[in-house]
């Protein structure tokens, strides 16, 4: 095979997925994380997405496909998600063992440095990541989270974490995570499918999410204070980060007030925002003016490009 012919075979293989897994540890032992990898494996320039509470790291296929050719791209299914191990204990289930974690496959990716896109929990560990010394993260996109949280959006996240759900098939499945998914915008039938199907597996007859319900322990302990104390680390991160920041928040968010962006642009060093109509918690990065958004921020293409 000549030269060319193989130059040709990789790029080819671009906008194909490879799964990995690495090793990491928490106090009670050691666990795998799953991750899915788009792009050269030899281009140093990284863009890491980090999802949501309750989803997994193929929310963003679409947008590892509009970024493969400019970067390697890499999306792990965060600790009791999608493919990856469940933690023995579920106390540790929490920002410091997610950004542990992290370090981890950062090391393992053999990279100085990152991008990092993280939608709404996935924001929260790129914070408290982005403010540590020496910290990897070059650029970072928040989407539609900050460090406070309103209540409402905290109630309806408790309504349904953690609570046994099971459904006759697959597609039952996909539609009842659409449903708890609804505000992330008007997507179809097609693009539900993309994203929720990783979300479901079967198991004695029936179907049901992947995550671990453990993950839900943290989330109801936690005290008033504790919550208050988690949101004070938080604004001094994000204080604390030089890079660039830029934060994305959905027209109708129940989670990120226009109030709370404006604060960390306020708060930030080199905090931006933007704001994306007919979408809430949180905007899907699905559609070609969203991903848009993303290329602007990380790429300097266009409108508001860095």
């Given at each position: 095979m000549t030269a060319s012919i193989v130059v040709e075979a990789v790029h080819s293989d671009l906008s194909e997925p490879r799964q990995r897994f690495v090793q990491c540890a928490s106090p009670a032992g050691l666990h795998r994380i799953a991750y899915t990898e788009w792009g050269d494996p030899a281009n140093p320039r990284v863009l890491l997405c980090v999802h949501g509470l309750t989803r997994s790291g193929r929310d963003f296929d679409k947008l590892a496909q509009a970024f493969a050719r400019d970067y390697r791209v890499v999306?792990?299914?965060?600790?009791?998600?999608?493919?990856?191990?469940?933690?023995?204990?579920?106390r540790y289930y929490g920002v410091p063992q997610y950004v542990a974690?992290?370090?981890?496959?950062?090391?393992?990716?053999?990279v100085e440095t990152v991008d990092w896109f993280g939608t709404s929990m996935g924001g929260l560990i790129g914070m408290a990541l982005g403010g540590l010394p020496n910290t990897p993260i070059r650029k970072m996109l928040l989407n539609d989270v900050g460090p406070h949280i309103e209540p409402i959006a905290l109630q309806r996240i408790g309504d349904y974490l953690g609570r046994p759900a099971r459904f006759a098939s697959l597609d039952e499945g996909v539609r009842?995570?659409?449903?708890?998914?609804?505000?992330?915008?008007?997507?179809?039938?097609?693009?539900?499918?993309?994203?929720?199907?990783?979300?479901?597996?079967?198991?004695?007859?029936?179907w049901g999410f992947r995550y671990d319900p453990g993950i839900a322990t943290p989330f109801t302990s936690a005290t008033d204070e504790q919550n208050a104390a988690g949101e004070a680390f938080l604004w001094r991160s994000?204080?604390?980060?030089?890079?660039?920041?830029?934060?994305?928040?959905?027209?109708?968010?129940?989670?990120?007030?226009?109030?709370?962006?404006?604060?960390?642009?306020?708060?930030?060093?080199?905090?931006?925002?933007?704001?994306?109509?007919?979408?809430?918690?949180?905007?899907?990065?699905?559609?070609?003016?969203?991903?848009?958004?993303?290329?602007?921020?990380?790429?300097?293409?266009?409108?508001?490009?860095?």
């Open positions: 999306c792990p299914d965060v600790v009791g998600r999608g493919l990856s191990d469940w933690l023995a204990d579920p974690d992290m370090v981890t496959l950062i090391a393992r990716l053999n009842h995570a659409a449903a708890l998914a609804s505000s992330f915008g008007p997507l179809t039938d097609e693009e539900w499918a993309s994203i929720n199907t990783p979300l479901l597996r079967e198991r004695e007859g029936a994000l204080a604390s980060i030089e890079t660039p920041v830029l934060v994305v928040r959905g027209e109708t968010s129940d989670l990120l007030s226009r109030e709370t962006v404006a604060q960390m642009v306020e708060k930030g060093q080199a905090v931006t925002s933007a704001e994306v109509p007919g979408a809430g918690h949180a905007p899907a990065f699905l559609v070609a003016d969203q991903i848009a958004i993303a290329r602007g921020f990380f790429l300097g293409e266009g409108p508001g490009g860095a």
